[in-house]
């Protein structure tokens, strides 16, 4: 078993990074699809797996891997929309243990909001540090919360949808695997 949870934790960092892939740019982000397979590691590997998925994803991209959606290396920490790649790790944890005892579409759009506000928080804060004090482009509050989350929120109920449709399917194919861990 745990071996077969470490394969899908290598397979859904892989995955995290072909969906940061598929994207449409929209600066100083973009929107991709990180966040669905992120929200699928957590709810369906736990969150203990589902945290080593991202965080393997997150430190490989840092390693120089260029596989975050605009490359990848240390440097990528001064990219405005690191705080949101960043917050992918937390996410899962979360979205893992909202989903522990039950995956159902209720408990999945639970998770997938509260995930989303781990994301969102974290991504929000370090694109207003770098944007305003290393950059020093001076944007305001309605400014970021536009750019940063606001124009994001709609493909984020899709990814959520898709979550709450696939996921109760495949845990039951997977055996609620995540269901066992202490």
Do not use: E
């Amino acid at each position: 078993m745990k071996t077969r949870l470490m394969i899908l934790s290598a397979l859904f960092a892989a995955l995290t990074a072909a969906g940061a892939w598929i994207r449409i740019p929209i600066p100083p982000a973009a929107i991709s699809l990180q966040f669905l397979f992120t929200a699928m590691a957590g709810i369906l590997l736990g969150w203990k797996y589902g945290t080593l998925s991202q965080a393997v994803y997150v430190i490989l991209g840092l390693a120089g891997l260029p596989i975050f959606t605009l490359g990848g290396g240390m440097g990528y920490v001064l990219q405005p929309s690191f705080g949101f790649i960043l917050g992918l790790v937390p996410a899962a944890a979360v979205m893992g243990l909202v989903t522990r005892q039950h995956i159902t579409p209720k408990r999945i759009a639970l998770a997938c909001a509260a995930g989303l506000g781990v994301i969102y928080l974290l991504g929000l804060i370090h694109m207003a540090l770098i944007l305003n004090l290393y950059l020093d482009q001076a944007w305001p509050v309605s400014k970021l919360l536009w750019s940063g989350m606001l124009i994001f929120l709609p493909g984020d109920a899709l990814k959520t949808a898709a979550c709450c449709l696939i996921c109760p399917r495949l845990a039951v194919y997977l055996g609620k695997m995540h269901q066992s861990q202490p």
